[in-house]
């Protein structure tokens, strides 16, 4: 669960971040949407620990990110909107790594190979990856370990529509095993029937949430059934 509390971010004299409250259950996949001055690039490095609150609360599973930064790293997975991989690494070499710095056991890098749809390009050059490829294994890496908190900024950022689909399929699986997903985005694409809930900012704060499922609902054409003679 993400729990935030009379949050608010000062900089320079100016408040940037404004949340009087957001709660974001287990299991539940939400996004926040908005453009490049609208606070969610400086609400994403709060809620990763890099920049510290003025004011208020965020907790991750009951994690404080800035406080408990061992806790927050087993807890909690980050994708970035670069993919910070190592190019002259092979696939699966790029997650053993990952593996060991975060002490799993080296069996889980094929376990999420298979699950992000890599599992026949693991001997590949990171560097020979297509850029739709690239991001499946960046969420790879951000998924090693079984995170309950997941953040993804631009998942589908460079992606060709087989690897949207990919990566959309891992998400509803995690959210389904209880994972909580929160996207950061400019664009609404590919987020109707994969959101329980959309949050729009704007100057720091939510001004809007919806659910896009419902939505779309709204938006179909009233169809009057005829029979013909």
Do not use: W
Not at 217 to 226: D, E, K, L, T, Y
């Amino acid at each position: 669960m993400i729990e935030l509390l009379d949050l608010q971010k000062i900089l320079d004299k100016g408040v940037v971040i404004d949340i009087p409250s957001l709660e974001i259950k287990a299991g539940q996949v939400a996004a926040l949407l908005g453009p490049v001055d609208s606070g969610k690039d400086i609400l994403f490095q709060l809620l990763i620990g890099e920049l510290h609150p003025t004011k208020g609360s965020i907790r991750l599973f009951g994690v404080d990110p800035c406080e408990e930064r061992k806790v927050f790293s087993q807890q909690v997975g980050v994708m970035f909107f670069d993919d910070n991989l190592y190019k002259r690494f092979s696939v699966l070499g790029n997650l053993q790594f990952y593996c060991r710095l975060q002490r799993l056991p080296k069996t889980r890098a094929a376990e999420v190979l298979e699950q992000v749809g890599l599992s026949d390009h693991a001997s590949f050059k990171t560097e020979k990856l297509s850029p739709g490829l690239s991001r499946r294994l960046a969420l790879g890496r951000a998924i090693l370990n079984t995170p309950n908190a997941l953040f993804l900024v631009e998942p589908y950022a460079r992606c060709e529509q087989a690897s949207v689909n990919v990566i959309s399929q891992v998400i509803r699986k995690l959210s389904d095993a209880g994972t909580t997903v929160l996207i950061f985005t400019q664009d609404a694409a590919n987020l109707e029937n994969l959101c329980d809930t959309i949050y729009r900012m704007n100057q720091g704060r939510i001004i809007e949430s919806f659910d896009p499922r419902e939505q779309q609902q709204h938006q179909q054409p009233f169809m009057v059934p005829a029979r013909g003679e």
